[in-house]
């Protein structure tokens, strides 16, 4: 506890219009080296859906899989539908989040770029293991060691972007996050695309080539600089107003460093952050936690990424044809994060999250109608059905992409105040990668079971969650992240929940 026995509230007053500084060099170079870890994430769901529909990997390691595949007539929706399978995908999720609660603590006692390091060495050990696999469990170690890498990554690298960019371009630079994310997609569909003809050891390349950007991963991480917050959290605070400085461009950063000295009292007054984060003056950070990556896999993007190759052939598409298909729809994700990019700091977050979910619904729609008139166990969609199938998904991807991909990620990761913001992010990453699994996992049974209503089912969802951004998700834009806690008490709903004065306890413990 401060002398004088006060007890430390956190950022006190807006400063917001006193911060200066410009967007250097060194800010940009910092934020793409940084989000070079998104690229192993999207790397991964890309290549995962190509390799299982590989007959040399399925030959190899799902032989019961490999035979239904050859009967295809027999059921369009189930010919993939094995749990063995889906646990191959599912595998790395389980472990990611497993992972990103253990990053927590790391990630605030030692540092975003500590984090960031672990989850390039091991992404690079699961992909070498990957592509050397003989059996399932080599193969399935490698998953889990896939997925330690994604949740150290996908727990500090959203939070060293948030962290390092100014007020005015955090939400830019924040989907550097996203960006690499989908051009790590988009490599996974072109390098599937080559691979598939290398039998039968195509899959081990593909597998294998993860190796890079997790190698990019871990020696940007050790060329990094650590986040000013960080280092003021963990007593630096001469370096961290170094590197605020440097960072900035400019030597007069008085106001955004005092907000930083603030936070961290706070901070470093409280010793159990995720004890802290069910306190009632963080319940809006904490449904946001939860809701907006639960929200984010529930677009039923992931099934489409990671199933892309295996749904367009269920839908009668040839094996080339398909992963031509789940190739442009990558190609599609990546390029409609530019438009993210372009609009998240003129347009705002609710504007992109509302009219993407509207896309979404009508695309989900029209998808499901198509396939319920025109699609059935022993049928075949003609060439023209197919194609508008593809362009109506490509419309969805697009809409995924300007909206719920890059903020599902951005906005959680600016709306914690310093004092809980790893364990919040650890706490979105986790709830993120358990839907993830739950999804995966569970995915190609539903396919079976719902066929064409899976995509009415994910268009319910995305209903909810619009209408959830239009009542309850505050405008971040603009608003330095230090003090997004006074947008909280402004709300129409959650002024109402949080108490006035930060809650103490019997020992003076905020």
């Not at 989900?364 to 194609?387: M, R, T």
């Not at 709306?415 to 739950?438: D, H, K, M």
Request: charge should be positive; aromatic fraction near 12%; include cysteine.
């Amino acid at each position: 506890m401060p002398a004088g026995g006060l007890v430390p509230t956190g950022v006190a007053k807006e400063r917001a219009e006193l911060y200066q500084g410009r967007v250097t060099l060194y800010v940009v170079i910092a934020c793409i080296v940084a989000a070079v870890g998104g690229s192993i994430f999207g790397y991964d769901i890309g290549i995962s859906g190509g390799v299982t529909s590989m007959d040399g990997f399925l030959r190899e390691f799902f032989h019961s899989v490999y035979i239904s595949k050859q009967h295809a007539h027999e059921n369009n929706y189930c010919k993939y539908d094995n749990q063995g399978l889906a646990a191959f995908t599912s595998s790395l999720y389980f472990a990611g989040l497993v992972a990103s609660l253990v990053a927590s603590p790391i990630t605030r006692k030692y540092g975003r770029r500590t984090s960031i390091i672990c989850g390039g060495f091991s992404f690079l050990v699961g992909a070498t293991v990957n592509a050397a696999a003989q059996n399932l469990a080599m193969l399935l170690f490698g998953r889990i060691m896939l997925g330690v890498g994604i949740g150290f990554g996908n727990q500090a690298v959203p939070l060293y972007l948030s962290e390092m960019a100014p007020t005015h371009l955090r939400g830019a630079l924040n989907m550097m996050f996203q960006l690499a994310t989908t051009l790590g997609i988009f490599t996974a569909n072109m390098v599937n695309y080559g691979t598939q003809k290398l039998e039968p050891w195509g899959w081990r390349l593909s597998l294998g080539l993860a190796a890079i950007p997790a190698t990019l991963m871990t020696v940007g991480g050790c060329l990094l600089p650590e986040t000013p917050n960080s280092l003021i959290e963990m007593g630096s605070k001469e370096r961290g107003r170094k590197v605020l400085e440097r960072i900035r461009g400019t030597d007069k950063v008085d106001a955004e460093f005092e907000d930083m000295l603030d936070a961290s009292e706070l901070a470093n007054s409280i010793k159990h952050p995720f004890r802290n984060i069910l306190k009632k003056r963080n319940r809006p950070q904490l449904v946001m936690a939860i809701c907006m990556p639960t929200f984010q896999i529930l677009t039923g993007i992931n099934s489409i990424l990671f199933y892309a190759p295996v749904l367009f052939q269920s839908m009668g598409f040839g094996g080339n044809a398909s992963l031509y298909s789940s190739a442009v729809t990558g190609a599609v994700l990546a390029g409609s994060t530019f438009i993210s990019i372009a609009a998240v700091d003129r347009l705002g977050r609710r504007v992109l999250l509302i009219s993407g979910g509207i896309q979404m619904i009508i695309c989900q729609v029209i998808v499901a109608i198509i396939l319920g008139v025109k699609f059935g166990d022993n049928q075949e969609l003609s060439k023209g059905y197919s194609i508008l199938v593809v362009v109506v998904i490509c419309l969805f991807v697009l809409a995924f992409g300007w909206s719920w991909g890059p903020l599902g990620w951005t906005v959680p990761s600016e709306i914690f105040p310093l004092e809980i913001r790893s364990a919040g992010q650890s706490i979105t990453v986790a709830v993120n990668l358990l839907f993830t699994f739950i999804i995966a996992q569970c995915f190609l049974a539903m396919l079976c079971h719902f066929k064409f209503g899976i995509f009415l089912f994910f268009a319910s969802w995305i209903t909810v969650m619009t209408v959830f951004v239009y009542f309850f998700l505050p405008e971040t834009k603009g608003v330095p992240i230090e003090e997004i806690i006074f947008l909280w008490r402004k709300h129409w709903f959650w002024k109402r929940i949080i108490p006035e004065y930060p809650e103490v306890d019997d020992n003076h413990n905020v």
